[in-house]
């Protein structure tokens, strides 16, 4: 605890230290990057999203099916195993 700062050579607490508190606002690093406009950020957004590769209606309606079967399925396999855990506890307690 003494090279933590938390207590003097003599085991007792050490004195706690009162910062000055002459600025109310933290100054930003040196190096930190500026804030932008409204309209610079939605620019820059623009550009980005521009770079993106979008898919195809096509592609979107497959991805889609391929969400909605698997979907389908994990739900049939929780319902039976919940249905199948449930008898058993039934069969198991009654």
Known sequence: MQRQ????????PAPRRVEPTERRTPRPPAG????????????????????VAWPTRAETTNYATVVFIALAVLMALIFGLDLAFGNLANFLFK
């Open 5 to 12: 700062g938390q207590m003097t050579e003599d085991g007792q």
């Open 32 to 51: 930190a990057p500026k804030r932008t406009s409204p309209r610079q950020f939605m620019h820059e957004v623009n550009v980005e999203l521009r770079k």
